[in-house]
């Protein structure tokens, strides 16, 4: 068995791991409470669930390089509040307010693709000055007040075949990302990029257009899930998204992304997101149970699945 092959067996033991824990969750929220196992219940956790499995997958293919994205959040809340002032204070149509929010939010990718090549800034660092500095703009732009908008709020509460279309936009961006990973000249570039980065540019790989590629992608799926939010909200808040970064960073990891680069998969993030937006439903049904528990559950869960990661590391040598 070789080296690749090892690591899709541990990603895909891992996955089945997060996995059923979930199953065992759910099994438990719908022996302890009333409200969990209802249809309700269940479609309101599917659209708190995509927008935070949209940006998990950015996150994934990000750190697949062996970077980071903490500018997600903030750009999530940047494209909530333009899309709100188009929508309410231009003559722009919905789809047109839509292409240039996701414009401005591939053009900020770049700009952090660039801060990490070009610049040759740590991605924590690059990153981190972005989120400060979108998270300034939106409060400027915005004066700090919220723009209530309802012209999107259709398609929050629309449903196909009973599910609703923002869980159908997650099920897409998971399958597109599945197949550029897998299928793709440019997934295998992400994935030797992040294994090794001086053997992929010795080979004759345009790390650049890579590095570019990826955080332009996360911040694409970022301006998507901002696009979610507003239909989610029906405002644009510079205060909205608060710790998405977080969520979206240990979507990737619970799904078995490691920081090393090299591992993990969309399907992962997916499955993480589907853990961590158990944890937080559950704790809001549980009777008794203060909702700041979340935070810490998820908290330990990530420190712990990394714990584990680089013990492994270390053992095999990796």
């Known amino acids: 068995m070789d080296n690749r092959e090892k690591i899709v067996k541990k990603l895909l033991n891992t996955q089945v791991v997060v996995f059923l824990s979930a199953v065992v969750m759910w099994i438990a929220l719908g022996v302890f409470t009333d409200e969990f196992a209802t249809l309700g219940n269940f479609q309101n956790l599917m659209k708190q669930m995509a927008i935070t499995g949209v940006i998990g997958v950015g996150a994934l293919i990000v750190i697949l390089t062996r970077g980071i994205d903490l500018s997600v959040g903030s750009l999530i809340a940047f494209v909530n509040v333009i ?40 991605p924590f660092i690059a990153t981190l000055g972005m989120m400060i500095v979108l998270r300034g703009a939106a409060q400027l732009i915005s004066h700090g007040h919220t723009i209530s908008t309802m012209k999107l709020s259709d398609f929050s509460w629309g449903k196909f075949i009973g599910i609703p ?108 997101a589907l853990v961590m937006i158990t944890i937080y439903n559950g704790c809001d049904l549980l009777p008794n149970v203060d909702s700041n528990w979340t935070k810490v559950i998820v908290g330990a869960i990530l420190i712990t699945t990394v714990a584990v990661d680089q013990f492994r590391k270390r053992r095999t040598g990796q």
């Open 83 to 122: 899309l709100a002032m188009l929508l309410v204070n231009t003559g722009l149509s919905i789809p047109a307010a839509i292409v240039v929010v996701l414009a401005v939010s591939i053009c900020l990718g770049l700009l952090n693709g660039v801060m990490v090549y070009d610049f040759k800034l740590p």
């Open 165 to 272: 279309y923002l869980f159908w936009v997650l099920i897409f961006v998971v399958l597109i990302a599945e197949i550029i990973l897998r299928r793709t000249v440019f997934g295998r570039y992400v994935y030797s990029l992040g294994s090794n980065e001086e053997a992929t540019r010795l080979s004759g790989i345009n790390t650049r257009m890579v590095t570019y590629g990826v955080y332009m992608i996360a911040a694409f799926l970022g301006g998507i899930a901002g696009i979610m939010l507003t239909t989610r909200t029906n405002q644009g808040s510079p205060t909205a998204a608060q710790m998405f970064e977080l969520d979206a960073i240990a979507c990737a990891v619970l799904g078995g992304a490691s920081f090393a680069g090299g591992e993990g998969n969309a399907i992962g993030s997916f499955i993480g």
